[in-house]
């Protein structure tokens, strides 16, 4: 087992882009705006040290118009897989905003995605915004990073939530 792995960072999921331009399509005319996570190669039957982009995390309460997106900060979860940001600009311009500058602190890699989400639509950036390479891999992604619950979980949540609101001044209402 190991204690520490390779910072190194050899690309992101051909199904992780793909969910990244779907969800960016998706979104328009307003911005997308998600967290990066890796998992380590070896995890992923690559015979090499280091990590691939395998996962978006969308923090609830993300609010986005056709200029920009905000984050809750302090939603984000302290997070050991979390490597960069994705988001995409509307307007289809590849290139990081001051404003997305002032947000590329945190991770390695940050990726934007322009309209019309296609395959060349999108560039990676490094923190300092200089536009760096992020190979596409095809790597099979275990199914638990991508929407691992069942309509039931979610209704058992609610009912969990409703009854957690009920206490002792619930009658009252």
């Known amino acids: ?5 390779s910072d190194e960072l050899l690309g992101i999921a051909r199904e992780t882009m793909e969910f990244i331009l779907e969800a960016s399509e998706e979104s328009h005319p307003d911005e997308y705006m998600g967290f990066l996570r890796a998992d380590d190669a070896r995890k992923l039957d690559i015979d090499r040290d280091g990590q691939v982009i395998t996962d978006v995390l ?3 309460g993300t609010e ?3 200029t920009s997106a905000s984050v809750r900060t302090h939603m984000k979860p302290n997070d050991m897989r979390a490597v960069g940001s994705v988001h995409s600009h509307p307007n289809g311009a590849l290139r990081p905003s001051a ?4 947000t590329f602190g945190q991770g390695r890699v940050h990726v934007i995605v322009g309209a019309p989400y296609g395959w060349g639509d999108w560039k ?3 923190n300092e915004g200089t536009q760096t390479t992020l190979d596409v891999l095809d790597v099979e992604v275990p199914d638990e990073h ?3 619950f069942t309509q039931e979980d979610i209704d ?5 939530e409703n009854r957690d609101r009920g206490g002792f001044l619930s009658w009252f209402r």
Do not use: G
């Open 156 to 160: 058992a949540e609610i009912v969990e």
């Open 58 to 60: 969308v923090i609830p």
């Open 124 to 126: 990676a950036f490094d």
């Open 146 to 148: 991508f929407f691992d």
């Open 64 to 66: 986005s118009n056709p």
């Open 1 to 5: 087992m190991r204690l520490f792995r």
């Open 99 to 102: 404003a997305d500058l002032a």
